[in-house]
């Protein structure tokens, strides 16, 4: 069965269920004759709660308009949505949340394919997560970046900016009234970061792999050209649908190698590794990070977007949007692999862009950096895997030896980051524990503020390690993702204040220099797990979510192995 009559309720009367279902759609008005057509679900997420995804009814509507005018019948429906600074503990517990709900709203409601809209961090890898289980046709359609503000003469947009002024502003170079005035600036229209963050990336990462139509990615949210895209992303969604491409037709080992090529040239998030390996295991495909390393010393960065050059998300779209990035990889792309329009991406890329304007994307020639931006590392404090963004940190820290300076937790960090008699210095080696998933949640807490005493003495960065996230729109020389976490009794938890860590980026180690017999005398001194009584969403996450090394999923979520 397909369209309204596809999954029937069961009454004991499969011809009472149809009866009954088509005199409930009589209710919404809509013709007898459209409910013969081929139904189209559009998964909405918009809410007060996010303001990225403030313009997504206009650009549902597009979206309608093209479904109908390709003899489909849309059907929207809400799902839930993830306002990426407005969900405690973080955004990142929720995104297998919603995976679950798109997986089984599409699953379980009648539609022969779907249209994925969202935009802000974790809705667009919980979208297609979901819609990779359920397995029915899908395109994905990004809400787009926002556009730039403006302050004294500069531009401005979040989050890049944010953090830059927020980090004046804590070295008391700039006052209250004046960071009121940049607040106010930083965020001033619908849409995701203006920067190459990490819903920017998963933007591009989508487009890559094949599930967004070509040039989806980088419209400005506020753009003419986002509801065009979104009327043609309706249009098309009606064709896969017909002719029932699956997202495992699409997603394969080439597109995700295609993927990282990608996240590496475009300097992008390091979130965006954590979200495309479980969306990858939904399919039940790897993402390996020996590979990810081959790739990043192949691959040059070629996009100058902040926090890794000095363009916005508007620039890029205005220089050719992905498609000119893609065609300056061509060479180091998989060509046959299959988009969801049908075309393999050779044929999808044709000649490329007209113009490209090489300040914002440089050619393969002439990169912005000659290695691509992501390393995962290696070694005794990070058995499993670490991961640092070498696009977005200091050359002259990528080979360190510093004393540990640790803070046991986020509360730990908040409470004595900034006291004037910690101690410590700028060739130190700041430590957070237990804020990896089971820890807290996996946060955005990786970067570290700079203690207040060194930040008005001048320090810009320094080498910051934990078990948590940052948001792709920081910047610095930070170690993330450190697996095993330390709640989980990795070796992270073991580190003291004192102990030498050494950092080097160019044999992809990260090593704690203390010996194996202290390091087991400390294993014996660690206090037990928590076990705080948890109910409902919260009890499922502690008892089952992955490392960051296996994307955080659930691995019930996954196929069989």
């Known amino acids: 069965m397909s369209g309204i009559y596809r999954g029937l309720v069961s009454y004991g009367d499969p011809e009472f269920s149809r009866f009954l279902r088509r005199a409930f759609l009589h209710a919404s ?30 650009l549902v509507k597009s979206v309608a308009r ?44 009648p539609m022969d394919g779907v249209v994925l809209v969202g935009g802000c961090d974790k ?6 997560m979901g819609a990779f289980s359920a397995g029915r046709p899908a395109i994905q359609l990004v809400t787009g970046p926002m556009s730039t503000g403006r302050y004294e003469g500069e531009r401005l947009g979040a989050c890049t900016d944010c953090r830059r002024f927020w980090a004046r502003y804590r070295a008391g170079e700039i006052g209250e009234d004046e960071i009121g005035r940049i607040e106010r600036n930083l965020a001033t229209t619908a849409g995701t970061c203006a920067v190459m963050g990490t819903a920017s ?47 495992d037709q699409v997603v394969t080992a080439a597109s995700i190698r295609n993927a990282l090529r990608v996240l590496l040239a475009i300097g992008g998030s390091t979130n965006a590794l954590i979200h495309l390996t479980a969306m990858a295991g939904r399919l039940g495909l790897t993402v390996d990070p020996d590979e990810l390393n081959e790739l990043s010393d192949t691959t040059p960065v070629l996009v100058e977007l902040k926090p890794t050059g000095s363009h916005y998300m508007e620039d890029l779209h205005a220089s050719g949007g ?13 060509l046959s ?114 203690p207040a005493k060194l930040a008005r003495a001048g320090v810009r960065d320094m080498v910051r390690i934990s078990d948590a996230r940052m948001s792709g729109t920081a910047y610095g020389t930070i170690v993330l993702h450190v697996t095993p976490e330390a709640a989980l009794g990795g070796p992270l938890a073991l580190v003291r204040t004192g102990d030498l860590i050494r950092l080097s980026v160019a044999t992809a180690r990260l090593d704690l220099l203390v010996s194996p017999k202290e390091l087991a005398t ?15 969403y919260r009890r499922l996450f502690r008892d089952h979510v992955l490392g960051a090394d296996q994307g955080c999923d659930f691995g019930f979520c996954r196929p069989p192995s």
């Open 322 to 334: 992905l498609p000119a990035v893609l065609h300056d990889l061509r060479d180091l792309l998989d």
């Open 29 to 58: 008005g809509r013709s007898p004759e459209s409910l013969d057509r081929p139904v189209i679900g559009i998964a909405t997420s918009s809410s007060d709660f996010n303001p990225c995804h403030r313009q997504q009814p206009e």
């Open 201 to 247: 990336t998963m933007a591009c990462l989508v487009e890559a792999l094949g599930m967004a139509l070509p040039d989806s990615a980088t419209a400005p949210a506020v753009h003419a050209d986002r509801l065009r895209i979104g009327e043609a992303t309706g249009a098309a969604a009606v064709e896969i649908a017909v002719a029932d491409r699956t997202p």
């Open 337 to 450: 692999a299959l988009t969801v329009t049908g075309e393999t991406l050779g044929e999808r890329l044709g000649d490329g862009p007209a113009w490209v304007d090489r300040d914002v994307v440089r050619p393969l020639s002439e990169p912005s950096r000659d290695k691509g931006g992501l390393v995962w590392l290696k070694g005794s404090l990070a058995p499993a895997g670490a991961l640092i963004k070498r696009s977005a940190a200091d050359p002259a820290l990528f080979e360190t030896t510093g004393r540990a300076v640790v803070f046991s937790s986020l509360e730990d960090l908040a409470a004595r980051i900034d006291d004037p008699a910690l101690e410590v210095e700028a060739s130190d080696v700041l430590v957070l524990q237990n804020a990896g998933p089971l820890g807290a949640g996996m946060p955005e807490a990786g970067y570290l503020p700079i």
């Open 522 to 536: 400390r294993r014996v001194e660690l206090p037990a797990a928590s076990n705080e009584p948890l109910t409902g």
């Open 123 to 128: 809705t667009v890898p919980a979208q297609l």
């Open 66 to 109: 093209g479904i109908i005018a390709a003899g489909g019948l849309p059907m929207e429906f809400p799902t839930i949505s993830l306002g990426e600074s407005f969900l405690e503990p973080t955004a990142m517990v929720y995104r297998n949340l919603m995976a679950m709900d798109v997986e089984e709203l599409v699953r379980a409601q």
